[in-house]
Nanobody, 124 residues
Framework: QVQLVESGGGLVQAGGSLRLSCTDS????????MGWFRQAPGKEREFVAA????????YYADSVKGRFTISRDNAKNTVYLQMNSLKPEDTAVYYC?????????????????WGQGTQVTVSS
């Protein structure tokens, strides 16, 4: 059974960097595309980035393009989100998500498995 666990969140000043990790503790990683989403207080969950099973295809929200990089290491059952040049508006709970199969997508409801989330706070 897929069990996604995020780590790497924290408090950082504007302009700083963080790297989030998402590991399948169920050690199956028998998933297709994976994605990162975020949810700020009072707002809906929004797409951040996604990556295909092979890692050869990635997709980003316009708000993070050029600053964030998604990658995955299937041998380690882990997907990463490198976040650079962080802004206060990036503050949110970040969630990792996985699909059983099919291409990556920005649609929240298309993902089958979710982690518990990790808090990212960017101070000005």
């Amino acid at each position: 059974q897929v069990q996604l666990v995020e780590s790497g969140g924290g408090l950082v000043q504007a302009g700083g960097s963080l790297r989030l990790s998402c590991t399948d503790s169920g050690r199956t990683f028998n998933t297709g595309a994976m994605g990162w989403f975020r949810q700020a207080p009072g707002k809906e969950r929004e797409f951040v980035a996604a990556i295909s099973w092979s890692g050869g295809s990635t997709y980003y929200a316009d708000s993070v393009k050029g600053r964030f990089t998604i990658s995955r290491d299937n041998a380690k059952n882990t997907v990463y989100l490198q976040m650079n040049s962080l802004k206060p508006e990036d503050t949110a709970v970040y969630y990792c998500a996985a699909k059983r199969g099919g291409p990556h997508t920005i649609v929240v409801s298309a993902y089958d498995y979710w982690g518990q989330g990790t808090q990212v706070t960017v101070s000005s």
